[in-house]
């Protein structure tokens, strides 16, 4: 008899949730002070130490564009196959996008 895995909210995201041991507490004052505007494309990279504002494990990673602001939180729209989603997160767990040129 085998054991069965959980299903929860989190589940298989040790390794893509957590932070290496010179990552841990807060993240620096730059990214919570930076502020985003309308169109703005930014990444979605969650950060362990907010929980309860966090995106699903599925969206780490995802560029998407600032729509809109909700209270604090953000509203970004991400594409995931053919379907748009909107994510509401806030700006603990967003980063602006940069795009590397070719030197």
């Not at 909210?9 to 505007?37: A, Q, T, V």
């Not at 602001?69 to 940069?98: C, F, Q």
């Amino acid at each position: 008899m085998c054991a069965r895995h959980s299903k929860g909210y989190r589940n298989r995201s040790r390794k893509l949730l957590s932070k290496g041991p010179r990552e841990r507490g807060r993240p620096g004052l730059g990214r919570l002070l930076y502020e985003y505007k309308e169109g703005d494309a930014v990444v979605i990279d969650v950060c362990p130490n907010f929980i309860s504002t966090a995106p699903h494990r599925r969206y780490q990673g995802r560029a998407g564009i600032v729509v809109g602001k909700r209270g604090r939180a953000y509203l970004i729209k991400v594409n995931e196959g053919d379907s748009e989603k909107l994510i509401i997160t806030t700006k603990d767990h967003i980063k602006p996008l940069t795009t590397r040129t070719s030197a």
